[in-house]
Nanobody
């Protein structure tokens, strides 16, 4: 099983940008779809963006036009570029195998904290 590790979070002012990285321990090509998820305090974890092995992307309505998901197969990494950040984007962000999440067999790492505040 390929393990995914998130990085790149931090504190940013409203309107700012961050790029999150999701590094795979093996070939990212072995994962049919990788998703970025987030969980804010007191809220359920939600899917923010997803990218398939063929490059098809999907976004939550709340981030469309602001976030961009991409993958670099050579680097076995999936990225989440976040622009025009809002305070409501504050959350712990996780990446995971989208299929395993659906099946309920996903292992969740520590994620990376994103805080949007002035």
């Amino acid at each position: 099983q390929v393990h995914l590790v998130e990085s790149g979070g931090g504190l940013v002012q409203p309107g700012g940008s961050l790029r999150l990285s999701c590094a795979a321990s093996g070939s990212i090509r072995s994962i049919s779809a990788v998703g970025w998820y987030r969980q804010a305090p007191g809220k359920q974890r939600e899917l923010v963006a997803r990218i398939t092995s063929s490059g098809i992307t999907n976004y939550a309505d709340s981030v469309k036009g602001r976030f961009t998901i991409s993958r670099d197969n050579a680097k076995n990494t999936v990225y989440l570029q976040m622009n025009s950040l809002k305070p409501e984007d504050t959350a712990v962000y996780y990446c995971n195998d989208n299929l395993r999440v659906i099946l309920g067999t996903a292992y969740w790492g520590q994620g990376t904290q994103v805080t949007v505040s002035s």
